[in-house]
């Protein structure tokens, strides 16, 4: 199947720092989400992209679509306790087509 | 409040054992997913219904059985599982096939 993959692996960060995260495809895609998983819990979306070189924010989170279409970014700025967890992106070549997930982020935040 | 819920949430069972996973979706979604999510890897798709049919089963072995009644509800069967069946099932849903999905809080299984 699709490889997505997801840099760094995991991340240390002193609270207020920003973040950056990124994932790779080996083939285009037309859509891109990017969710984050808590603990215990299930992955929760934050971020949808549609188009290539598309900027999109939620709240501190920014995300972006890549105009190569082979990857997308997601920032995260000032960093608080709560955003502990894994990050997660997923592509879509074409509407109706499979997602594919990457292998995640996990991002610790140390007050 | 993610509007699709799981039950249960742990499930321990030896490898003779039968059970059930419960999903239900409060969004109005047609379309419903299991994924598996093992350790570092990612997340694993399993069963697709779209409109209560079964449009994809990937690969997986028939110890699982999904059933899908109605476009709200969607059940995993499970019976004589391996150890290496221990894992986080997540269900999903989407308005149509494979558009954004939204998950689940998972059932944390173990197999003994």
């Given at each position: ?5 997801q ?88 509407t ?16 | ?18 059970k ?8 109005g ?25 079964q449009?994809?089963?990937n ?54």
């Amino acid at each position: 199947g699709q490889q997505l993959n997801q840099s760094p692996q995991s991340m240390f960060i002193q609270e207020g720092e920003d973040v950056s995260m990124n994932c790779t495809s080996s083939s285009i895609f037309n859509t891109w989400l990017w969710y984050k998983q808590d603990p215990g819990e299930g992955p929760v979306l934050l971020i949808a992209l549609y188009k290539a070189g598309e900027l999109t924010s939620n709240g501190r989170l920014t995300a972006q679509f890549g105009i190569t279409r082979k990857d997308s970014f997601l920032n995260i700025s000032a960093s608080i306790p709560s955003d502990v967890g894994i990050y997660f992106c997923a592509g879509q070549a074409n509407t109706g087509n499979q997602f594919y997930f990457g292998t995640g982020t996990s991002l610790t935040v140390i007050p | 409040e993610t509007g699709v819920t799981q039950t249960p949430r742990h499930l321990v069972m030896g490898m003779t054992n039968k059970k059930s996973l419960k999903c239900e979706q409060h969004l109005g979604h047609n379309a419903m997913y299991w994924y598996k999510q093992s350790a570092k890897k990612p997340l694993e798709l399993m069963f697709v219904y779209n409109f209560k049919e079964q449009t994809e089963n990937n690969s997986v072995p028939s110890r699982f059985s999904p059933e899908c009644p109605n476009s709200s509800h969607l059940f995993l069967h499970l019976h004589t599982l391996q150890p290496e069946d221990s894992a986080l099932y997540l269900c999903a849903s989407s308005a149509t096939n494979q558009e954004t999905q939204y998950f689940g809080p998972g059932t944390r299984l173990l197999v003994l």
